[in-house]
C-alpha cells in the first residue's frame, strides 16, 4: 500500500498518458495554494505583496511541466538550461525566510514532476509543522531589538550625559553616532544606535526621555528604516 502511496506514478514500463500528466499538475498546483497559504498565515501580521505569493501558486506547476518534457532525455536537459542560461531576472532583496519559500515550492514542483506526488504532499506537511513551530516560538528571536533613536534639545541644553541614566535603563547598549544642528542652529538633533530590551516600555521610554529636551521631537525606529532618521 505504502509502495503506492509513495511510488513515482511513472512505473517501469509505464508511458505519460493525459490522464498521468493532469494529475501530476494538478497536484503541483494544489501544494502551490497550500504552500502559499502557509506564506500568508506566517505573514498575516506583516506586508506581503501580491506578485510573490502569486509566484509561490505558480512555481510548483511550473517545476513539475519543465520536469515533465525533459523526461530522461539528457539533450533537452542541456537545451533547456542554455535557454534559461539567456534570461536574466532582476528582483529587489528581501527577505531572508521569502527565499526559503520559493526553495519550498521548487522542491515540491521538482517532487511532482519527478511523479513522486505522496512525497511531495509528505515534505510539504512536515516543513509546514516545522515553519509553523519556528514562528510560534519566536525560534532566533535576538533578546534585543536594534533602533535609531532621534532626539531634538534646544541649543542652549548641554546634552553630555544628559539621557544616558533613561538610556542605561531602557537599552542594553546604545552609542551616540551624530550630532547635527537644524533650524539654523536654534536646534540639535541627536542621532543614537539603541539596542532596545525587548522588554522595555516603548511609551514610557519616550516620555523620561521628553522630559530632558523640553518635550521637542523624538523618532524612533527599526535600524533597517533608519533612512527615515536622517531626513
Known amino acids: ?3 503506492k502511496i509513495f511510488g513515482t506514478v511513472f512505473g517501469e514500463g509505464v508511458s505519460l498518458t493525459i490522464g498521468r500528466m ?28 501580491k506578485s510573490y505569493i502569486i509566484t509561490i501558486v505558480m512555481l510548483p506547476p511550473m ?6 518534457l525533459i523526461g530522461d532525455n539528457i539533450a ?6 542554455g535557454a534559461f542560461s539567456l534570461v536574466r531576472y532582476r528582483s529587489a532583496a528581501g527577505d531572508p525566510s521569502d527565499i526559503c519559500f520559493i526553495f519550498f ?22 516543513l509546514s509543522i516545522l515553519t509553523i513551530i519556528l514562528h510560534k516560538t519566536n525560534y532566533g528571536t535576538p533578546p534585543a531589538t536594534h533602533m ?5 534639545i534646544p541649543e542652549n541644553l548641554n546634552y553630555n550625559g544628559l539621557f544616558d541614566e533613561v538610556l542605561d535603563k531602557y537599552t542594553t547598549d546604545w552609542n551616540l553616532n551624530r550630532v547635527k544642528t537644524v533650524q ?20 514610557k521610554f519616550i516620555d523620561e526621555l521628553r522630559t530632558l529636551n523640553g518635550n521637542l521631537n523624538i523618532t524612533l525606529v527599526l535600524s533597517r528604516n533608519e533612512s527615515k532618521v536622517y531626513d
Open 184 to 203: 539654523f542652529g536654534s536646534l540639535f538633533d541627536l542621532v543614537y544606535s539603541i539596542e532596545l530590551d525587548k522588554n522595555a516600555d516603548q511609551k
Open 148 to 152: 535609531t533613536l532621534k532626539i531634538t
Open 22 to 49: 493532469l494529475l501530476i499538475i494538478i497536484a503541483a498546483i494544489v501544494l502551490g495554494f497550500l504552500i502559499s497559504a502557509l506564506y500568508l498565515y506566517v505573514h498575516r501580521k506583516e506586508n506581503f505583496i
Open 63 to 68: 517545476i513539475a511541466i519543465i520536469i515533465l
Open 76 to 81: 533537452r536537459a542541456f537545451s533547456l538550461a
Open 105 to 126: 515550492s521548487l522542491a515540491v514542483g521538482l517532487a511532482c514532476g519527478l511523479g513522486y506526488l505522496g512525497y511531495g504532499f509528505v515534505f510539504f506537511i512536515l
Open 1 to 3: 500500500m505504502l509502495d
